[in-house]
C-alpha cells in the first residue's frame, strides 16, 4: 500500500519517470511495480551486487541479477556530466545521482537520489522565515533539509517579494541544466564551477547582484563559513544547511564553530570564576553568531528551535541546558509548539532540561546515614558564632612590638598592613621585590592600614566597623591581581609618581624568573614606553606561550593599557592599544 503524503504537504513533482529512464530496463521494471514507489529515497547500484531500492524505514532488492559494467555504463550514458564531487543530475529535475570511483578512477557504483519538491514543508517555521533572520538547518542526511531549502526560496521569492539568490553547488537545489526547476519560484540560482570554490562565488553573489537573501547548502569548510559570516555581517539574510545533527555538533567542530559565533579559551578573574562556581580556565563564544535561528531537523515532522543561538551556545558552554522548541505538525496540517524535557535526545548536550544548573545529589557519609552524632559527654563547649568571628581578628603576631625608622619624608616605617581575602604569597613578593617598608601582619590592632578586595568590602560591614572604631583607613583593589597590589602599595608608601617613568622590576610579573620571561616582559616594556605611549600608536608583539602572555598581559595592565591577544597557537601574540 502507498504512503500517503500529509493533507497540508501537496507533492507537485518527482519527476521520477525521468529518473527510470536512466536505469537498465528489468531495475525500471521492478521499480515501477513496487507497491511504495511514491516514498522512495534512494537506488543504489553496485558493481557485483544486487540492485537495491531504500525507502523510510526499510531496504528491498530490485533483483536478483547482479549489476554489471555494462549497467552502470548504460546508466552513466544517460546522465549529465558528473562533476569535481561526482556529482551529476538530469536536466530539468531535482534528482542527484553519485558516483563511487576506484583507485583507477572508473565508475563502480551509483547512488540515485530521488528529488521531490513539495509545497508546505516550512509549515513549521515559516513566521522564522518571513522574520528576515538568518537561519541554520542542521539534520542528518535524507531527513528533508534541501527540500525545506528549495521551499524556503519559493516563499521569499514569490511570496514575500525578496531578491534570493541560490548558491547552487551541485545543482541540487534548482536541478541540473540551465534553466532552474519551477519549485524554487522567482529565486535566482547561481552554480558554482567546482566545488572548493563555493566560498568565492557566495562573495561575487553579494557584490554582482545585490540579493537580501542568499540560500547556501552545505556549508562544510572554513573557507565557507568565513564568508557566511562576511555575508551576514552585510546585512543580508542567509539560509544554510550544515553537516551535524545538533547544535553542540558545531560546538565541537573548530572548521564550522565560526557559525555560532566562534569558541575560544579565556582566563577568569578570581571573583569572577567564583561567582559562576567554575574553573579559573573557561570556554566563551568569540564572537555573535553567523545564524540567529538554528533549527535541528531530528523528522520530517519534528523539529526542534533554537531561537537565539548565542544564548543557546552561552548556557551550553556555562554547563547549563537550555529547553530549546519542539515543533511538531500533524497530518491535518497542525502545529504544536512544546517545550517537554523527555522528549529531548538523552544523548546530545542538550537533554532538554531547565536553564539553571541540575542540583547536585548529596553524597558521602551524611547522605548515606553513616555519620553518627558524637554523644553530649564528648561534644565540645559550644562557643557563639559571633564571639568567634570576633576572635579571628586579633591573630598573636610572634612580634608584637612595632620597630618603627623614620622614612625619607619623616614617616614611620615600616607600615603595619592587614591583609583581607588578598593572597598572602602575592603581597610578599611584591614587597620583598620592591624592597617596600612593609609588614603584613594579623592583628588588626597592630594595623596602619587594611588592605581588601573591593567585593570583600562592599559585603562586608563588619570590617567596615572595625576599621572605623580603630580609625584604620581601609585601601581597596579591584582584583587579586599582581599591577593592582603594586600600584595601592606604591601609593600606601608614597612610592607612586605618576610624574616619573621609571623602569618597572620585571621579576614583579615574572613566574620562574628564567631568561626567556625576562626577555618577553622586557620586549612589552620597551613597546609601551618607547612607542605606543610616546607615539599613540598600537604594538604587535612576538608569539609566545599561553603563560608568558599572561604576565604580559599584567605588565600592560601596569601601564593602564589594554591588550589582547590574537591569532592561533604557536603564533598567537599580544597586541597593545593606546590609551
Known amino acids: 500500500m502507498e504512503e500517503k503524503l500529509p493533507q497540508h504537504r501537496m507533492q507537485i513533482t518527482d519527476d521520477l519517470d525521468k529518473l527510470l529512464q536512466i536505469l537498465p530496463v528489468t531495475i525500471r521494471q521492478s521499480v515501477e511495480q513496487h507497491p511504495q514507489k511514491s516514498s522512495l529515497i534512494e537506488i543504489v547500484l553496485d558493481l557485483g551486487r544486487k540492485p537495491e531500492a531504500r525507502f523510510s ?14 549497467d552502470l555504463e548504460y546508466c552513466v550514458a544517460r546522465v549529465g556530466h558528473f562533476s569535481a564531487d561526482n556529482r551529476a543530475g538530469i536536466e530539468s529535475t531535482l534528482h542527484r545521482i553519485s558516483a563511487i570511483r576506484n583507485r583507477q578512477g572508473n565508475i563502480i557504483g551509483l547512488t540515485c537520489r530521488i528529488g521531490r519538491a513539495v ?31 528549495r521551499e524556503i526560496a519559493r516563499v521569499l521569492a514569490d511570496e514575500l517579494e525578496k531578491r534570493v539568490v541560490i548558491i547552487d553547488t551541485s545543482n541540487e537545489i534548482a536541478g541540473d541544466g540551465d534553466v532552474p526547476h519551477p519549485a524554487i519560484g522567482r529565486a535566482r540560482r547561481m552554480q558554482v564551477a567546482h566545488p572548493e570554490l563555493q566560498h568565492q562565488v557566495m562573495i561575487e553573489a553579494v557584490e554582482n547582484h545585490m540579493p537580501e537573501v542568499i540560500i547556501i547548502d552545505e556549508i562544510g569548510t572554513e573557507l565557507e563559513a568565513q564568508a557566511a559570516r562576511t555575508i551576514a555581517e552585510r546585512g543580508v539574510q542567509l539560509v544554510g544547511t550544515a553537516h551535524g545533527n545538533y547544535l553542540e555538533n558545531l560546538i565541537k567542530n573548530p572548521t564550522l564553530s565560526d557559525l555560532i559565533g566562534g569558541i575560544q579559551s579565556v582566563t577568569l578573574g578570581d571573583e569572577e570564576a567564583r561567582r559562576r562556581g567554575s574553573q579559573k580556565t573557561v570556554l566563551e563564544r568569540k564572537a555573535p553568531p553567523t545564524f540567529q535561528i538554528a533549527v535541528e531537523m531530528w523528522e520530517r515532522q519534528k523539529w526542534v528551535i533554537h531561537e537565539e543561538v548565542a544564548q543557546t551556545v552561552d548556557h551550553l558552554l556555562r554547563g547549563k541546558q537550555p529547553i530549546p522548541q519542539l515543533r511538531q505538525v500533524n497530518d491535518e496540517g497542525e502545529v504544536s509548539i512544546t517545550r517537554d524535557p523527555s522528549l529531548a535526545p538523552q544523548t546530545a548536550l542538550t537533554t532538554v532540561q531547565n536553564l539553571v544548573e541540575i542540583p547536585i545529589k548529596p553524597s558521602g557519609l551524611r547522605a548515606s546515614g553513616k555519620m553518627i552524632p558524637l554523644s553530649l559527654t564528648h561534644q565540645q563547649p559550644n562557643l557563639d558564632f559571633e564571639e568567634m568571628l570576633d576572635q579571628s581578628w586579633y591573630q598573636s603576631e610572634e612580634i608584637t612590638e612595632k620597630v618603627r625608622i623614620p622614612g625619607p619624608n619623616g614617616e614611620d616605617f615600616p607600615i603595619y598592613v592587614y591583609p583581607y581575602g588578598i593572597g598572602r604569597t602575592q603581597l610578599e613578593q611584591v614587597i620583598g621585590v620592591l624592597r617596600m617598608p612593609i609588614v603584613l601582619t594579623k592583628d588588626l590592632d597592630d594595623a596602619d592600614a587594611v588592605l581588601a578586595l573591593r567585593s570583600q568590602v562592599k ?18 583593589i579591584k582584583s587579586n591581581s599582581i599591577p593592582q597590589i603594586t600600584r595601592t602599595l606604591r601609593q600606601l608608601v608614597n612610592m607612586d609618581n605618576p610624574e616619573t617613568n621609571e623602569a618597572e622590576d620585571l621579576r614583579l610579573f615574572s613566574k620562574a624568573g628564567n631568561d626567556d620571561e625576562i626577555e618577553a616582559l622586557e620586549e612589552a616594556r620597551l613597546a609601551v614606553e618607547q612607542i605606543v605611549i610616546p607615539q599613540g600608536q598600537p604594538v604587535e608583539l612576538l608569539p609566545r606561550n599561553s603563560k608568558v602572555r599572561k604576565m604580559q598581559h599584567e605588565l600592560i595592565e601596569h601601564y593602564r593599557l589594554r591588550s589582547d591577544s590574537f591569532g592561533d597557537e604557536p603564533n598567537r601574540r599580544l597586541r597593545i592599544y593606546p590609551a
Open 57 to 70: 524505514g526499510h531496504n528491498c532488492y530490485l533483483s536478483d541479477n547482479l549489476i554489471s559494467r555494462e
Open 119 to 149: 509545497f508546505g514543508t516550512i509549515l513549521m517555521i515559516r513566521e522564522l522565515v518571513e522574520s528576515g533572520q538568518s537561519i541554520l538547518l542542521l539534520g542528518r542526511p535524507g531527513v528533508g533539509k534541501t527540500t525545506a531549502l
Open 459 to 476: 559585603h562586608h560591614s563588619k570590617l567596615m566597623q572595625l576599621a572605623k572604631d580603630r580609625q584604620v583607613p581601609i585601601h581597596s
